[in-house]
């Protein structure tokens, strides 16, 4: 799979034609919501770095591909917040809605990191916010119409 204009350049090649580090994305296992109980979302998370591991980008200068993504899964909050203070975090993904005040804050506090939670239970009260540039004509009728 190739991911192609989903980082708006962020991995794009520099003025040299070498290719920027993959785009780094950190999982954080933490939270629970409803039904689902801490681990329940185990599955989930490893199809996630999966799918993301997996895919590729061209580089611009050598025409090939290369490595979209870096994937760490982590199991706490607390484990978070020094990566990001390190600078080398790009985008955290929250797996559940348990953790979205803590996800605010952050947000609040790294706002050029990018941020996702995931849940199965999207707030019917709060406006969603997609980038159309990351839209294919599937992932369009998936979101719009389910």
């Known amino acids: 799979m190739i991911l192609l204009g989903l980082t708006d350049g962020h991995n794009g090649a520099r003025k040299?034609?070498?290719?920027?580090?993959p785009t780094n994305v950190v999982i954080v296992r933490e939270g629970h919501w409803?039904?689902?109980?801490?681990?329940?979302?185990?599955?989930?998370?490893?199809?996630?770095q999966w799918n993301l591991e997996e895919a590729t980008t061209l580089d611009t200068h050598t025409h090939a591909e290369v490595p979209a993504a870096k994937v760490e899964i982590i199991e706490k909050l607390e484990q978070l917040e020094p990566r990001l203070k390190f600078g080398d975090v790009d985008v955290v993904i929250f797996?559940?809605?348990?953790?979205?005040?803590?996800?605010?804050?952050?947000?609040?506090?790294?706002?050029?990191?990018?941020?996702?939670?995931?849940?199965?239970?999207?707030?019917?009260?709060?406006?969603?916010?997609?980038?159309?540039?990351?839209?294919?004509?599937?992932?369009?009728?998936?979101?719009f119409l389910s």
């Open 16 to 21: 040299d034609g070498s290719m920027r580090r």
């Open 34 to 48: 409803g039904l689902i109980k801490e681990g329940g979302n185990d599955s989930w998370v490893m199809a996630c």
């Open 95 to 143: 797996v559940s809605k348990g953790v979205a005040a803590k996800a605010k804050q952050l947000k609040a506090k790294y706002p050029r990191t990018r941020m996702f939670v995931c849940t199965g239970d999207v707030p019917d009260d709060e406006i969603i916010w997609v980038r159309k540039s990351s839209l294919d004509g599937e992932m369009m009728k998936k979101l």
